[in-house]
């Protein structure tokens, strides 16, 4: 039986007596939480298509998605330095069930706006689902930090595949009402998941961490946590860029929609399945080198991208596009681990998380519009601009030789 969330005092900084259990139930938590959003990629501008008033506003409710994703972060943040994180948890798994509520009496409504409201939900209950995987790296000591962080990420490959399932098998549960059935199976799968998180035992926030720590913009200026935003910025706005782009790009170039469908299955996995190893390599050769290669394999994806558009070099350029990400963005999280102190804790993680969402509302923005007016080479060829500045700033600022300590 699941036991409450409690907080509890640490204790000393080497004692960790709910580790494995804690680290355990937040993969658990990533993996049905995260099917959240597998659920409304798969499904938003299907139904967006069905009941906008205007087909133009098909794709909006994956917007406003993303945009609850970057609207919710600093308040999530801020709640959780007040309250805990235990708190926040339960906060988000409201959010979880609410969408699949909303959604389905959407359906049945025939309620395009309403959806839109669902979908700012889902985006909310997403911002406390990415805050899983720092919530890990405090419950273990400094060396296992990035391992715990990485292992959590990796529940992001099953929550691919549990929301993919989900809409497979509860599609056609409610005729006619297409996916009225899913939401209302999404909002169960939320239930699940806050019964897994009510056993995390997390440490009370202290007085020390209710306070406002250093200034803003003494933290900001640390030249590690420069690399590291940037860094996760950059990674997360390649994959989202090319990812957005690249089923429609290979519906253009004549491919059919089963070739786009199983290069956006293979580049999640390839997104995800990496992580069962980026934390033990960032223990042996460091978070910053780690970024540096995830750079480094965006690059590829975007140069085989460009040298044509057979089915198998857009399946290659997603796959690469994949890895790339999880080594940039495993890896720069990992950095920001190393760049505050424990009552700055929450409001860095929650400023990072915040530029790196808004990062996904711009990308998703303009690539589609990209895409149609000058084509998919030059979606590949606009790649290289962030990358080569996330390479400069990781350079520039010495990350890759200053060793992480936080005075």
């Given amino acids: 039986m699941n036991e409450p969330v409690q907080a509890i005092d640490p204790g000393p900084a080497t004692a960790f007596p709910f580790e494995r259990g804690n680290v355990a139930r937040l993969a658990v938590a990533q993996a049905l939480a995260g099917a959240n959003a597998t659920v409304i990629f798969a499904t938003g501008a299907v139904v967006g298509n069905t009941l906008a008033p205007d087909k133009v506003f098909a794709t909006l409710p994956v917007t406003v998605f993303v945009i609850g994703t970057a609207a919710t972060t600093l308040p999530a943040g801020a709640l959780a330095q007040r309250f805990g994180r235990g708190a926040v948890f339960m906060l988000g798994t409201g959010c979880g069930v609410l969408v699949g509520l909303l959604a389905s009496w959407a359906v049945l409504l025939g309620s395009f706006w309403l959806y839109c409201v669902a979908a700012f939900f889902g985006g909310a209950y997403m911002a406390v689902t990415a805050t899983f995987r720092f919530a890990a790296a405090d419950c273990v000591p400094a060396d296992r930090r990035a391992r715990a962080l990485s292992f959590v990420m990796a529940g992001g490959l099953f929550a691919g595949i549990i929301g993919a399932q989900l809409v497979t098998y509860t599609m056609d549960l409610w005729p006619p009402h297409l996916f009225a059935a899913t939401y209302l199976a999404q909002a169960a799968v939320a239930v699940l998941a806050g019964l897994v998180l009510s056993g995390v035992r997390l440490p009370a926030p202290t007085r020390r961490e209710g306070r406002a720590g250093r200034p803003l913009g003494v933290l900001v200026r640390q030249p590690r946590l420069i690399a590291a935003v940037t860094a996760g910025v950059v990674s997360y706005f390649i994959m989202n860029w090319l990812m957005t782009s690249a089923p429609l790009a290979m519906r253009l170039c004549g491919l059919s929609q089963a070739d786009a469908n199983l290069g956006i299955q293979w580049h999640v996995l390839a997104m995800y399945g990496p992580s069962f190893v980026a934390g033990w390599i ?76 808004g990062s996904m509302v711009v990308g998703s923005l303009l690539s589609g519009g990209l895409l149609n007016s000058y084509g998919w080479e030059v979606v590949c060829l606009i790649s290289f601009v962030p990358l080569l500045l996330a390479a400069l700033t990781l350079w520039a600022t010495g990350a890759l030789r200053l060793r992480p300590v936080v005075s």
């Fill in 282 to 357: 960032i223990s042996r050769i460091g978070a910053p080198q780690v970024v540096a290669a995830g750079l480094a394999i965006s690059a590829c994806a975007a140069l085989v991208g460009l040298s044509g558009v057979a089915v198998w070099q857009f399946w290659a350029s997603l796959v690469l596009l994949g890895f790339g990400w999880n080594f940039g963005f495993v890896g720069a999280s990992a950095m920001i681990l190393d760049c505050y102190r424990p009552e700055e804790r929450t409001r860095v993680q929650s400023m990072n998380d915040f530029a790196v969402f």
